[in-house]
């Protein structure tokens, strides 16, 4: 107002559609106007964004925040103090929201080198998203009207907001020769057999194959035989019910014809006789091996020396 246009000192500088800038306090041309590009490091923390009117998209140099990026788009990126940085690419920010689910920020631009974490008003905007500002915050609500971010004022005259960000980690799979690859692609089938493949041109497409010189981890670990367990296992009875060996089993989903649910075992080490007791009941084994020790001895004319229960 009230001065041609050339001789204003606040005229905004043309920008294209792809292009951002801060947003700064119009009318103002004084020092005394701290762009977001000019925060001092130790007062930045990784986790905090700033809602700007004036930036068309939203913006990062976190590459490791992206759950998806997307390298091919490059766009200018217009600063208000003309300077111009480019971005490497959009993509995806997963994090997580204060009742322990998570969410995305979609349409993010990677600005390489970039310090500050911008979130732009313009694309909630278009989004659906709705704004309000009073008691020094702002509040922006969802299409529901469900508040779903806060950001108070800070001392920079900035509404900025600690947003924790989900850092997923990709785990690469480097593949070291065209050899490797066919070998996993075929369940790590072994190397003469997949030349076998090549040479008698079973397979449409595989190159000859190599015999490497390394060996493969996963084969190693996937392949491995078990020790087999020693066929023979030594006795140490010498003589009748000097060792006796024992187990319970059960108790059975459905009940035997006389209602018994469990059976208890009785085997002599030195004649591998074996002695079955049908039991109603799993108390009832202390009193099954009495009367099964006065039997044996009896009808041996031995003594039980040891009792080995083997369940």
Known sequence: MRH????????????????????QNEGSDSEEVLLM??????????????????????????KSWFSELDDSVNRKIRFE??????????????????????????????????????????????????????????????????????APLSKQITFKINISVIKDKCLLSEVKSENWLWHQRYGHINFRDLNMLSEKKMVQGLPKIKLPNEVCDMCCTGKQARNSYNAIIPFTATRKLEVIH??????????????????????????RKLWIYLLAKKDEVFGVFKKFRLLVQNESGEMISRLRTDG
């Open 4 to 23: 041609y246009a050339f001789e204003c000192r606040s005229k905004r500088v043309p920008r294209n559609k792809d292009e951002a800038q801060f947003a």
């Open 37 to 62: 590009a000019t925060i001092k490091e130790e007062e930045e923390r990784s986790g905090e964004w700033y809602l700007d009117t004036g930036c068309s998209n939203h913006m990062t140099g976190k």
């Open 81 to 150: 103090d003309n300077n111009i940085v480019c971005a490497a690419g959009i993509g995806k920010v997963l994090i997580h929201r204060k009742d322990g689910k998570k969410a995305c920020i979609t349409d993010v631009l990677y600005v390489p080198n970039m310090r500050s974490n911008l979130i732009s008003i313009g694309k909630l905007l278009q989004k659906g998203y709705t704004m309000k500002v009073e008691a020094q915050t702002m509040k922006v609500f969802d299409s529901k009207n469900r508040l779903i971010l806060k």
């Open 246 to 271: 024992s187990d319970v089993c059960g108790p059975f989903e459905v009940k035997l014809v006389g209602g018994n649910r469990y059976f208890v075992t009785f085997i002599d080490e030195f004649t």
